[in-house]
């Protein structure tokens, strides 16, 4: 599917010129070398409209806390009258939030679940809908200073899951057995993941552990920043979280999809043309009635997202941005 959003705005994408943004990444300095190949040249610069007051909710994803943010910071400069309320514990979230009514934007680093879906349906007759926001590649981080060359996603369920679905023979509990030598021999590995809350915990346990039961070993953080800061202060420490907290500390690793696979790190290019295997979507769903515009204040905020404003943000926090042929086609879903 990546793939193929991704076919024709390649094409388009300014790739002569290479630069280094020194960009702050939970608070930590980092240099994304080639990010001028991430911009679409056909991205509409974000023009200001009148009468856009009064107050949005946004309650999800802690993946996208960051990204929700620096959004909210760029689109009060162009209104300053409106106040954005942002809460990022999780996409498990979102889906009663929209229900309730405490929030308009359900930011989600997953899809909705059929069931989360249902609910909502069976309250107000109709589906939510979902608007992708940015691109991700879910990273497998390690500590700076761990030399492994790269893993198989049979060994990353191996180092993560008690059931092993992907049928590695060994149980890879120490780093030699993942092909580390000397004085890594002995080195315990370290888990770090997210709580159950999480769309992030929730997409691992699918697509790498194909829905097996993670170890009792996982020390499951609360967000995002804190499973990289737990592997920077751990050498043995490895765990998974979204892209664009990638720190100076930590290195996200290269995966193939199968053993014997070429390894691929997680690029713009890579996640875009399919190879990375963890890419994803992030999206904020919203409550639209069919055949009714949304609200002119969450309309807004979305054509600013999807602005040239909104996406060079996503560069920005270390996220890979959509093309202007995606954002198109959902700006005509607002109506």
């Known amino acids: 599917m990546l793939s193929q959003i991704f076919q024709q705005s390649r094409r388009k994408l300014k790739s002569a010129i290479i630069v280094a943004l020194s960009i702050a990444v939970c608070g930590v300095p980092v240099a994304f070398a080639d990010s001028e190949s991430m911009v679409d040249p056909d991205w509409k610069s974000y023009a200001r409209v009148s009468g856009i007051t009064g107050n949005v909710n946004s309650i999800g994803s802690d993946t996208?806390?960051?990204?929700m943010t620096l959004w909210a910071e760029g689109f009060r400069k162009e209104y300053p009258n409106v106040k954005i309320q942002i809460e990022g514990k999780g996409s498990s979230t979102a889906p009663p939030a929209l229900i309730e009514g405490t929030a308009q934007l359900g930011p989600m680093s997953r899809k909705m679940k059929a069931k989360e879906m249902d609910k909502f349906e069976a309250k107000f007759g109709y589906k939510p809908t979902a608007f992708p926001v940015a691109v991700d590649a879910l990273a497998v981080y390690v500590n700076k200073d761990n030399p492994i060359q790269g893993l198989s996603m049979e060994e990353v369920d191996s180092i993560f899951s008690k059931t092993r679905r992907r049928g590695h023979r060994v149980n890879i509990d120490t780093w030699d057995k993942a092909g580390l030598k000397d004085h890594w021999k002995n080195v315990t590995?370290?888990?770090?993941?997210?709580?159950?809350?999480?769309?992030?915990?929730?997409?691992?346990?699918?697509k790498v552990l194909n829905k097996g039961d993670y170890k009792d070993q996982v020390k499951e953080q609360p967000g995002s920043a804190s499973v990289v800061q737990g592997i920077t202060e751990d050498r043995g420490g490895i765990g998974y979280s979204g892209i664009g907290y990638r720190t100076s500390g930590v290195r996200a690793i290269p995966l193939s999809a199968k053993s014997g696979d070429p390894f691929f790190e997680p690029t713009f290019m890579n996640a875009s043309s399919g190879k990375y295997p963890l890419a994803r979507l992030l999206y904020v769903y919203v409550n639209k009635a069919p055949g009714k515009p949304l609200a002119p204040l969450v309309k807004e905020f979305l054509n600013y997202v999807y602005s040239q404003q909104g996406q060079m943000v996503v560069i920005k926090d270390g996220y890979f941005p959509l093309p202007q042929k995606l954002m198109e086609k959902k700006l005509t879903e607002m109506n």
């Open 64 to 67: 996208l806390n960051n990204l």
């Open 189 to 206: 590995v370290s888990l770090y993941g997210r709580n159950s809350a999480s769309g992030t915990y929730g997409f691992f346990k699918k």
